[in-house]
């Protein structure tokens, strides 16, 4: 039984993991706390530098989704 050299790399691309369903998704969100504009921007460069060098992690990947693709809620702008 040969094993492929495929298997065996391991800087071969992961597949893609599968999507958050709803649930985990307010589950995670409920953990971030509230942030003010200067922390926001911070945590959007962050994120951005970490996603080049590895896949983001669950919080990271509900915060970054929090900040950009979701339309921000109203509080996290107020101070």
Known sequence: ?????????????????????????EKVKANIPLMDIKQIEAEITRLTKLSKSRPLNEQE???????????????????
């Open 1 to 25: 039984m040969a094993l492929s050299f495929r298997k065996l790399n391991p800087f071969r691309k992961k597949s893609h993991p599968k999507p958050m369903t709803e649930k985990q998704f």
């Open 61 to 79: 990947l509900v915060l970054f989704n929090l900040l950009f693709k979701e339309k921000p809620r109203k509080q996290y702008w107020e101070k």
